[in-house]
């Protein structure tokens, strides 16, 4: 068993609040993913709970066991970098066997250790070489065979694939998260990628500026994102957000006023009615909009370009002064065309202003 509980971590360089009262639990067998923009945080995060940083306030656990106050050695969590950081004069096989010659395994131990390890990852042809004698994806395998080799109770990993080029990238994604439920250890992994997020995540946690922003399954993440920062980062293209204000209401409709158009909103479908007034950020996903060349009730606007992506076609389409992107499977139209948008009611999201 091994669960990680963080409450109310903060973390300061200097006059830089990189951390912000953040708690979060880590399930036993847990793949989390920790997602957000450069500089949000999530790095330093990872550090606090593998005891390479201090945190000024807060508590980390491991296996509700205070770590707080525990060097890294006694923390039993193994950390993955971005760059894998193998010794370069070592080969492989005495990479593997550092972590656990440090922890005083005879030699044969460690020998049918590495044997195990070397086939699980596919990496006990390459033992003889030296690091910089591997490919980008086998050397990212050596690494994860290092966390991997002495069993911790968490992994930690930094954003481990992001020096692989596309493909690769691609195809170790899927091996992580395979390898991830064959060995069932705990894991937090962070990335900016949206996509990797929610493709290996179980749950992901999205941060900016230092504070946790929704943890969540990531079909919840994408289908209701709790806060307009949320539902602006995720998505390709993102959620269009608009402001706008809601001007009037009757049983079943309410009329939201933007900028310089309006739009009268079944009220039916949202999920909570009452609240719908003032102003608000109104979202809907472009893959949500149904677009139209022939005039209906939908919003009028006209094709400020497209941008065609093989398999579909994203059309930025110029609304008042908005522009509103709207992804579509199959659509030709060329710039200054007029067509006509509708917004399903029950993809509209409005976000209160306040909240980030
Ligand atoms: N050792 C340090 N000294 C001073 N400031 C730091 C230090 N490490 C991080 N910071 C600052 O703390 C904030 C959070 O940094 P952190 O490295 O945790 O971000 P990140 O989310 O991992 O970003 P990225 O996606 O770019 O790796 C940033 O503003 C960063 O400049
Ligand atoms: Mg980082």
């Known amino acids: 068993m091994s669960k990680l509980r963080i409450e109310n971590l903060t973390k300061r360089y200097g006059s830089t609040l990189a951390i912000n009262g953040v708690s979060l639990d880590i399930r036993d067998h847990e793949f989390l993913v920790l997602l957000g923009p450069s500089g949000c945080g999530k790095t330093s995060t990872l550090r606090c709970i593998a005891g390479l940083e201090t945190p000024?306030?807060?508590?980390?656990?491991?296996?509700?066991?205070?770590?707080?106050?525990?060097?890294?050695?006694?923390?039993?969590?193994?950390?993955?970098?971005?760059?894998?950081?193998?010794?370069?004069?070592?080969t492989i096989y005495e990479n593997l066997a550092f972590p656990l010659r440090t922890r005083h395994m005879t030699k044969d131990d460690i020998a049918s250790r590495i044997k195990e390890v070397g086939e699980l990852l596919r990496i006990a042809d390459l033992l003889q070489r030296k690091p910089k004698q591997l490919s980008g994806g086998e050397a990212q395998r050596v690494a994860l065979g290092r966390a991997i080799i002495r069993e911790p109770k968490a992994f930690l990993m930094d954003e481990p694939l992001s020096n692989l080029d596309a493909i690769l990238r691609l195809y170790m994604r899927a091996e992580l998260k395979k390898l991830q439920k064959e060995l069932g250890t705990?894991?937090?992994?962070?990335?900016?990628?949206?996509?990797?997020?929610?493709?290996?995540?179980?749950?992901?946690?999205?941060?900016?500026?230092?504070?946790?922003?929704?943890?969540?399954?990531?079909k919840t993440i994408y289908e209701r994102p709790s806060t307009r920062f949320v539902a602006g980062f995720i998505g390709n293209p993102p959620m269009n957000l608009l402001d706008c204000e809601v001007v009037s209401q009757d049983d079943d409709h309410a009329m939201l006023e933007f900028s310089d158009f309006k739009c009268r909103l079944p009220l039916h479908g949202m999920d909570d009615t009452k609240s719908i007034d003032g102003k608000k950020v109104f979202g809907i996903r472009p893959e949500h909009i149904i677009v139209s060349k022939t005039q209906n009730s939908g919003v009028q606007g006209e094709i400020y370009v497209v941008?065609?992506?093989g398999s579909e076609v994203i059309i930025d389409v110029k609304v008042g002064n908005s522009i509103m992107k709207v992804k579509s499977v199959q659509f030709e139209g060329s710039p200054g065309e007029k067509l006509w948008l509708e917004f399903p009611e029950k993809k509209i999201h409005l976000f209160d202003v306040s909240a980030q």
Do not use: K
Request: aromatic content about 8%; glycine content about 2%.
């Open 56 to 90: 000024d306030e807060g508590t980390i656990f491991v296996d509700e066991m205070d770590v707080t106050d525990l060097p890294t050695r006694d923390r039993d969590v193994a950390m993955v970098f971005q760059s894998y950081a193998l010794y370069p004069h070592m």
């Open 307 to 309: 941008e065609p992506l």
């Open 186 to 218: 705990t894991t937090i992994y962070v990335t900016h990628d949206q996509a990797e997020a929610l493709t290996m995540a179980e749950r992901v946690a999205i941060m900016n500026h230092g504070a946790l922003q929704q943890v969540a399954d990531p």
